[in-house]
């Protein structure tokens, strides 16, 4: 992991902002675009891309974006310089990954959902499920350096409150989110003390079974669920 002291820029998170950015603005010139990036889990089945394509679109309200890229910002200028930008860039993936699984394995075979479950032709799109990893990451960060973690809870708190009073936000993906973004935590503070220990690394190995465990579990949703007309 990179040293605190060095303070390298956080391009990725800068990289990561920008394509956002670029992305909503061309959907504002072509609202089709949207209907091409966005994950349901009709749409998945056949266009798989749409896992991660989704995490970089977002609704034509400037509200829906600014908020995120915000809140990226934040996280990212703190997070980025101390995992490195290829563990950062990974968790963050990682975690849209989660929060897109998370949402096809709760979905029903129905056309439309309800507020709990989404439907087969419900979509989504949105990088809350990557922001929300990196809530996570950054909370085994903080409990692994001593730091305090009540802020954190907070304002995890605050944002959960805002799915209930809010219609239309994909829950399951802060969930899905939230839960691989710990994940990924763990894996690279276990394996840094493995390392210490004087094993061999297994950072990219464990990344890897996180990996096809995902993909898995989502083969096996669309393998149970009949094929919606």
Known sequence: MSSQNSRPQPVV??????ICVLVWLVELADRNVINDLALSPAAGRVEP??????????????????????????LGRGIEPF????????SYLLSALG??????LMASPAETG???????????????????GLFGTLLILQRRLGGSTRGLWTVLALNAALVFL???????????????GLMTGVIFFEDAKRIRQG?????????????????????????ITPVVG
């Open 166 to 180: 809010i219609p239309g936000i994909a829950w399951q993906a802060h969930v899905g989110g939230f839960l691989a």
């Open 13 to 18: 998170t800068y990289t990561l902002i920008g």
């Open 99 to 104: 929060g897109s699984v998370l949402f096809i």
């Open 199 to 223: 094993h061999r690394p297994m950072t990219w190995w464990a990344l890897a079974g996180m990996l096809v465990l995902m993909a898995g579990l989502v083969v096996l949703k669309y393998a």
């Open 49 to 74: 891309w749409r896992f991660l394509t989704s995490a970089f679109a977002h609704s034509l309200n400037i509200t829906h974006v600014g908020f995120n890229m915000l809140a990226l910002w934040f």
């Open 114 to 132: 309800t507020a709990i479950v989404p439907g087969w032709y419900d979509g989504m799109v949105g990088a809350s499920g990557a922001i929300f």
């Open 83 to 90: 995992l490195g930008r290829v563990r950062f860039a990974v």
